[in-house]
């Protein structure tokens, strides 16, 4: 079993007629860092409510693990055990009254008991630094506060794949670099995680593979060095190089580096080819 | 007495539903006996209770609990006061004013009493109200609903209800300032012109939200059933026991100013 999630052919359109997914066929394997970008209307948030089977495609599947996606509500259920999302908007996510009853909804709806509830909801708010925050009214919750608690409601039921739509959308810097950071954690703990965004030097340092969308259509699916070296691709796509790969070209050109040295990634990395 | 509400030290964890009856008591021996006394005294209690607990303990400000009840209290007294005025044919009474030829607006002590006995009815049943409301946050009300057995699809909409107050109130709000921005309130036509479309993108915008908000349940394992962490409530008996203690002093003191 390679890959984790993989679609076939998948065409979804909206009542409105509207086509946002036009023939997808990509495949995402177990435990890599996945990156979904595309300009804004490209179909990524459409494509992961499809994946955690929300969206029902008019035509093609999704496969979870070689089975593909049974739309019976059981089937559904399932799988959405195993694979959660975190909507773009926390605004959208959270919708109970307190912050503990918020966490608490999807260990509930998994059966979990009261008493194991609480157990989880203490381990994941001492993660993700929520303690103080528990009992607070969601309406009384900053941004980066309502993001973190967004994540802990998906966290909490401890997916194998877990989604992020845009993770670093409404929030400064010291959150997105806090919800980074927990995305790293994630990795490390050998969660598969796919998350959409429009900082290409962050995509750049953290995704092992990318998948861009243009139109609804997928118009690559591979490593991530492959497509940041594209020029043309990038262009096509509506995309912009990452400051570290303009940098990086630049210094070849005026001959500081050497012009076969590999591509960096972050800043560090590029420190020690100039070095 | 004092003591009690201090020691008290978070009204909070105490059982929903001693709170809730505590107050619906309170309320039906205030509107039963009408007597200003009483009501006087079970407004005393009530606010007393929730100026040491609620804004000492939750940093609630002052500032706002009277912003929160200034309106209510004018309301009140305003219908009072109009209560108490009466037309009659015959000029008599503390105060009267000839409105029509033999037609008299006037205040005799008959009506002053009447509208005293409604105000301090009616303030105290809503301070009643306030601390109910200021002490229960919304999980522990739909605790309330779910033990008087409240059917499952109310409880659920009064929570969904809840949650969406604000987020239409948060859209309606950037949405006027939006249009304030760009001159909305310039005459009385863009004003009112400004007004219906925000209604309207509101509708659409809160329609759009309640999917969102579904497919977030949905992808969150639900099945067509919220649940709820229960939390653990203080049930002691010193609390029932004060809350019929109160209700009783209320009682007494209604009997008493009414025999005398
Ligand atoms: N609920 C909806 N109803 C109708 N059309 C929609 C809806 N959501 C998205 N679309 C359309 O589908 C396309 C893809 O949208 P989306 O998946 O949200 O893109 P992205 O997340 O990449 O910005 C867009 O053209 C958008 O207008
Ligand atoms: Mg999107």
């Keep these: 079993m390679d890959y984790i999630i993989k679609t076939q052919g998948l065409n979804y359109s909206y009542h409105s007629g509207q086509t946002a997914l036009f023939d997808v066929n990509i495949s995402i394997k177990q435990g890599e860092k996945t990156a979904v970008i595309g300009s804004n209307g490209s179909g990524k948030s459409t494509l992961f409510l499809c994946l955690n089977g929300i969206n029902k495609p008019q035509k093609g599947s999704v496969f979870f693990k070689d089975k593909k996606i049974d739309y019976s509500s059981k089937g559904l259920l399932n799988l959405r055990r195993f694979v959660g999302i975190v909507f773009q908007n926390p605004d959208d996510m959270i919708f109970s009254s307190s912050v503990r009853q918020d966490i608490a909804f999807g260990l509930l709806n998994m059966g979990f008991s009261n008493s194991q509830a609480e157990e989880k909801i203490k381990r994941i708010s001492d993660f993700l630094n929520l303690g103080s925050l528990l009992d607070k009214p969601v309406h009384a919750l900053s941004g980066g506060e309502k993001k973190r608690v967004s994540l802990a409601g998906v966290m909490v039921m401890e997916p194998e794949v877990i989604i992020l739509d845009e993770p670093g959308a409404y929030l400064d810097t010291v959150n997105t670099k806090t919800v980074y950071k927990i995305i790293d954690d994630l990795s490390l703990k050998g969660k598969t995680v796919i998350i959409s965004s429009h900082n290409m030097d962050f995509v750049l340092n953290w995704a092992e593979s990318v998948i861009v969308l243009k139109y609804g259509k997928v118009v690559f699916n591979g490593k991530t060095e492959d497509l940041f070296l594209n020029n043309e691709l990038l262009d096509f796509a509506g995309l912009y190089e990452p400051q570290i790969i303009k940098t990086y070209k630049m210094l070849i050109n005026k001959g500081v580096i050497a012009a076969n040295s590999t591509a960096p990634k972050n800043i560090t990395e590029l420190e020690m080819l100039i070095k | ?260």
């Design chain 2, 1 to 260: 007495m004092i003591d009690f509400v201090n020691s008290a030290h978070s009204v909070k964890s105490i059982n929903p539903n001693i709170k809730a009856g505590f107050a619906l008591s309170v309320i039906t021996a205030c509107v039963i006996f009408k007597e200003p006394l009483g009501c006087v005294f079970a407004m005393f209690v009530m606010w007393l209770i929730i100026i040491k607990n609620v804004v000492k303990n939750d940093g609630l400000s002052n500032h706002l609990i009277r912003h929160f009840m200034l309106f209510p209290i004018l309301f009140i007294a305003l219908s009072s006061f109009m209560v108490s005025f009466d037309i009659t044919d015959c000029g008599e009474g503390i105060f009267s004013v000839k409105i029509l030829d033999g037609y008299f607006l006037t205040v005799n002590s008959e009506g002053v009493k009447k509208a005293v006995r409604l105000f301090f009815t009616s303030a105290a049943s809503l301070s009643s109200m306030c601390f109910l409301s200021l002490t229960t946050p919304v999980n522990d009300i739909v605790y309330v609903l779910k033990t008087i057995k409240c059917p499952k699809e109310i409880t659920e909409l009064f929570i969904l209800i809840y949650r969406f107050i604000f987020i239409v109130l948060n859209m309606a709000q950037s949405i006027i300032t939006a249009q304030n921005c760009r001159m909305a309130q310039r005459t009385f036509k863009t004003r009112i012109n400004s007004m219906a479309l925000m209604l309207s993108s509101v509708f659409v915008l809160s329609y759009n939200k309640s999917v969102f908000i579904y497919n977030a349940m949905l992808s969150r394992c639900y099945s067509g059933d919220i649940s709820f962490l229960n939390v653990k409530y203080d049930s002691s008996k010193k609390y029932v026991l004060f809350a019929v203690l109160i209700v009783f002093i209320i009682v007494l003191i209604s009997v008493l100013e009414r025999v005398y």
